[in-house]
């Protein structure tokens, strides 16, 4: 089954180039001016339209059960929704509950995900230590596919890593050869601040960015960075939000340490008034952690991804419906954490980075796919129009605008955080494995397309990581 892309230009993160791109079993096949279709070949035409690796959005949660509840957006219509925004691949999350077996809690995210209709991986998250954790940590890198191990630094009783969990996981994941990342906030002053911001009477939606102030995001981001400088292991920090972690990241960066950042379209579009909405239905639908924040943070956010010392964006994909959010009413502590995006994260970014002049469009390619492919070691194979690449493609036209709606969305959530934005340049047509899936607002999708990615450890940076930290320990302690 061949598609041939004609009269587009292939925008990669290094170059653009004109080219028609024949896609053939899957995989791009040929990119050359002047293809002529091969018989029973369907032909998209992409005249005056960019033809672009799909985006691979690195964090996700997709049908989780969390806080009480489970989000409202399974596999099937996440994943549905991402391809309509040009979205090709999602990188979700295993989550065990504390003492939970990782390889049964990595099953169960497995079936869960066989009716996603796009590719996905997983990041598996570390909630707890023993032998057994740390011997499926070797299952999962060396035999399925797994090079990264996800840390909450953050919610206090239930998922929450401590240091000695991070040790200890950074470590094997070290030897691994594999990526630990983290969510920043220190868990316990979030749970004291909570505490008492509820006992001074604030219990509506208000309370959740005062109780989940900067500084807390860039004490653990610090922490994080410092626990793998002195382990010698890299370092990916998800939903980065604040000026505090940002610094924390530049200072590391500046001193050879290969620590990475995402940053969240939200956190760079929203503002933290949001939360003092005086509807408290809208105010609980911007309930995420960490919380959306002022305009000093969204500057810095935009100043690190331009320069990149945030490498990649995501959403954080979470969806939970008004009556999921209502647990939280008397209570803003109760309120399921999460907000949705995995639609609008493409259209977003083009129109406030590539119309305003922020990121150029292969800049823009970079931070959409071709970083996350790299970082998490699926490129070329995502993330790169060329031959030989999964025929994962999404066609943009710069010319077409909308209105962003919940009433229109395809995501399975009754809101938008970004509610009424208007954007120009938009996904016209969306490929998935070398088939149309969307095409001017229709979704062709099929339940169950998707395959799981398989990521493989980096053997030769675990070397190289190890020379290093053994080197580095003699160091310190002669500092001492
Ligand atoms: O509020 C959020 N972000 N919910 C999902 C879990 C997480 O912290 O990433
Ligand atoms: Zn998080
Ligand atoms: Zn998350």
């Known amino acids: 089954m061949s598609l041939l892309i004609k009269g587009g230009t292939v925008v990669n993160a290094d170059r653009s180039f004109i080219s028609d791109v024949l896609c053939d079993n899957g995989k791009i096949h040929r990119t050359a001016e002047g293809i002529d279709a091969p018989s029973g070949c369907e032909v998209i035409d992409a005249a005056g339209q960019y033809v672009m690796p799909g985006g691979i959005d690195p964090h996700t949660h997709m049908q989780l059960p969390f806080m009480g509840t489970v989000a409202s957006e399974d596999f099937y219509t996440g994943t549905a929704a991402g391809l309509a925004g ?5 990188i979700d999350f295993v989550i065990p509950n504390p003492q939970q077996n990782i390889m049964e809690a990595y099953r169960q995210w497995r079936e869960w995900a066989e009716k996603a209709v796009s590719d996905y991986s997983f990041h598996v998250a570390i909630t707890w230590w023993d032998e057994s954790v740390h011997k499926d940590m070797g299952t999962l890198a060396t035999r399925h596919g797994v090079n990264s191990f996800k840390h909450f630094m953050a919610y206090k009783g239930a998922i929450m890593a401590d240091d000695e969990v991070m040790v200890n996981s950074f470590s094997r994941a070290l030897e691994l050869g594999a990526m630990p990342t983290v969510h920043a906030e220190n868990g316990e002053l979030v749970f004291q601040l909570q505490k008492k911001i509820y006992e001074m009477g604030i219990t509506g939606p208000e309370g959740h960015p005062l109780s989940r102030p900067p500084e807390v ?10 626990i793998a400088e002195v382990l010698g292991v890299p370092l990916y920090l998800v939903h980065v939000s604040t000026r505090q972690a940002l610094e924390s990241i530049v200072r590391a960066r500046n001193e050879g340490q290969r620590v990475f950042g995402e940053v969240l379209a939200g956190h760079l579009l929203i503002d933290e008034s949001v939360y003092r909405d005086p509807d408290p239905e809208s105010a609980a639908a911007h309930v995420m952690s960490p919380p959306f924040r002022s305009k000093e943070h969204r500057d810095a956010l935009w100043a690190g991804l331009i320069c990149g010392n945030l490498q990649t964006t995501a959403t954080d994909h979470c969806c939970f419906c008004a009556d999921q959010k209502a647990a939280g009413k008397d209570d803003f502590r109760k309120t399921p954490n999460g907000t949705a995006g995995i639609e609008n994260r493409m259209e ?4 406030h980075a590539v119309n305003t002049g922020r990121l150029t469009m292969n800049e823009f390619v970079k931070v959409t796919s071709t970083n996350a492919a790299q ?5 070329p194979r995502k993330g790169s129009i060329a031959p030989g690449a999964d025929a994962d493609i999404v066609v943009w036209d710069p010319q077409a605008s909308k209105t962003i709606s919940a009433k229109t969305h395809k995501q399975n959530v009754d809101y938008n955080i970004f509610e009424g934005m208007k954007v120009k340049g938009c996904a016209s047509h969306t490929i998935s494995a070398g088939k149309l899936v969307y095409a001017n607002g229709e979704l062709r999708a099929e339940r169950g397309a998707g395959r799981y990615v398989d990521r493989p450890a980096f053997p030769p940076l675990y070397d190289a990581v190890q020379r290093r930290a053994r080197m580095k320990v003699p160091q310190a302690v002669k500092r001492r």
């Open 348 to 351: 977003v970014l083009w129109h």
């Open 375 to 379: 970082i998490f070691n699926i490129y």
């Open 86 to 90: 040009g979205t090709t691949m999602i």
């Open 217 to 226: 995001e860039g004490e653990a981001a610090n922490r994080a960075i410092r």
